[in-house]
């Protein structure tokens, strides 16, 4: 699936796709309605149902992602209850052994994330993968959400890279298009970023369920 001889790069996602996407489905959709409902003192069903349509709102934006944003919009401290709730932060299967086989290979590793400087270093500290990556960059640094092309110029600008020889594993259907529009050809989605929730169709996306299938060797 993947010729490694023809990558420098590779450029990844953090939830979802190296990490569990089941802590933030959980944390937004059942742990931070039920939470709120009891700060505010709200009906638990009429907290879930503002939450909920509030996030739809603004899917796709940087706001969306932003602890401060939420935080701020619902007055109360998002950040402390993410914390409340950390024992749930996961790697997917084989996040650790593929991070450390392209580090032996000798590519270049950066984590791009649209989560913001506080979850990133929450999950950071919870899996103790930070320091297996070249670069570990926000999109909270420069304000433009991976869905947008020109947030890989930014990238770009911040860790340099050749479009032609970078590889992108996002489970974010979006943020893969934005990228192949900005010129980077060698994409590969996630079938399961839940892992307790269905396989999400990819579309035309070349996608894997775990980086077990695309292992790179010392050689490569």
Same mark, same amino acid.
């Given at each position: 699936?993947?010729? &490694?001889?023809?990558?420098?790069? *590779? ?6 796709? $190296? ?5 933030? %489905?959980? =944390? &937004?959709?059942?742990?931070l309605p ?10 638990p069903?009429?907290a879930?149902?503002?939450?909920h ?10 706001? &969306?992602?932003?602890?401060?944003? &939420?935080?701020?919009? $619902?007055?109360?401290? *998002?950040?402390?209850?993410?914390h409340? *709730? ?16 392209l580090?032996?290979a ?5 984590? *791009? ?6 979850? $990133? %270093? ?19 640094? =420069?304000? $433009? ?7 890989? +110029?930014?990238? %770009? %600008?911040?860790?340099? =890279?050749?479009?032609?020889?970078? +590889? +992108? ?6 943020a ?10 060698q ?17 035309? =996306?070349?996608?894997?369920?775990s980086?077990?299938e ?7």
């Amino acid at each position: 699936m993947i010729d &490694w001889q023809q990558i420098d790069t *590779v450029l990844l996602d953090m939830d979802g796709t $190296l990490l569990d996407l089941h802590f933030d %489905n959980y =944390f &937004w959709q059942e742990y931070l309605p039920m939470r709120y409902a009891a700060i505010k003192s709200l009906d638990p069903a009429q907290a879930r149902q503002s939450i909920h349509q509030q996030t739809q709102s603004i899917k796709g934006t940087l706001e &969306w992602y932003s602890t401060d944003y &939420w935080s701020e919009t $619902l007055g109360i401290d *998002v950040v402390e209850l993410k914390h409340e *709730v950390s024992h749930k932060v996961a790697t997917r299967p084989y996040c650790v052994d593929f991070l450390d086989a392209l580090r032996a290979a000798g590519k270049d590793i950066v984590m *791009v994330t649209n989560a913001h400087h506080d979850s $990133l %270093n929450l999950k950071m500290a919870k899996t103790g993968i930070g320091h297996k990556f070249d670069r570990l960059i926000t999109v909270h640094e =420069f304000s $433009l959400p991976k869905e947008t092309p020109d947030c890989w +110029l930014e990238v %770009n %600008n911040r860790h340099a =890279f050749d479009r032609r020889r970078t +590889l +992108l594993i996002d489970d974010n259907l979006l943020a893969l298009q934005s990228a192949y529009d900005y010129g980077i050809t060698q994409l590969l989605a996630i079938f399961k970023p839940d892992s307790q929730a269905p396989v999400q169709d990819v579309g035309h =996306f070349s996608a894997i369920h775990s980086f077990d299938e695309i292992m790179p060797i010392e050689s490569a």
